[in-house]
Each structure stands twice: as C-alpha cells, then as structure tokens.
C-alpha cells in the first residue's frame, strides 16, 4: 500500500489506529469518505453519538459498525450553540 497525502481542504479528522489488524494503516483522514464525513458533521454540532449501519469488514465475514462521537478542547455548557460546538471541536484543522 502506498502512502498518499490527503488533499488540501478546510478541515481534516484524522484518526491514528493501533489495530493489529489493520496495521498497515498508519493514519486516516476519516473526513475523505463521504459517510464518515456526514458523521463527523451531524455529530459535533449535537454533541451525541451518531452510529453508521453495518457493515461487512474487509476480509471478514464479521459485521462492523463505526461509532462517531464529538470529541471538544473545552467543557461546553449544556446549552451550548451549534456555533459554540463546531468552535470546540478537537481534532480539527482549519485554515482560517
């Protein structure tokens, strides 16, 4: 497998795996597959969990879920703002 930069855009979620089973991946940019992005973006702004349906793994007969959850660098009151939630974000880049 050849290692590949992510393309240049606003933001990134990277998530880094220690997985022995896919341990041929170092890192991944999980806001370049367009369900993990639709994920991360109805997730942060909630602050809840959001849950994708199963799935098959790679090289499995096992089913597979991902679990995506906001992830904030500051304690949010509980009636935070969608605005307030996306400004808190962890695990984000942007460039402005």
Same mark, same amino acid.
């Given at each position: 497998?050849?290692?590949?930069? %992510? /393309? !240049?855009?606003?933001?990134?979620?990277?998530?880094?795996?220690?997985?022995? #089973?896919?341990?041929?991946? @170092?890192?991944?940019?999980?806001?370049?597959?367009?369900?993990?992005?639709?994920?991360?973006?109805?997730?942060?702004?909630?602050?809840?969990?959001?849950?994708? %349906? /199963? !799935?098959?793994?790679?090289?499995?007969?096992?089913?597979?879920?991902?679990? #995506?959850?906001?992830?904030? @660098?500051?304690?949010?009151?509980?009636?935070?703002?969608?605005?307030?939630?996306?400004?808190?974000?962890?695990?984000?880049?942007?460039?402005?």
């Amino acid at each position: 497998m050849t290692k590949e930069p %992510s /393309p !240049f855009r606003d933001e990134y979620a990277p998530v880094i795996f220690a997985q022995e #089973t896919v341990s041929y991946l @170092k890192l991944v940019d999980m806001m370049s597959g367009e369900e993990d992005k639709e994920n991360i973006l109805r997730a942060r702004p909630t602050g809840k969990s959001v849950l994708t %349906s /199963p !799935f098959k793994l790679l090289g499995s007969n096992h089913l597979g879920v991902v679990l #995506t959850f906001p992830v904030y @660098k500051s304690k949010l009151p509980p009636n935070a703002s969608v605005q307030e939630r996306i400004a808190a974000t962890a695990g984000k880049w942007n460039k402005n």
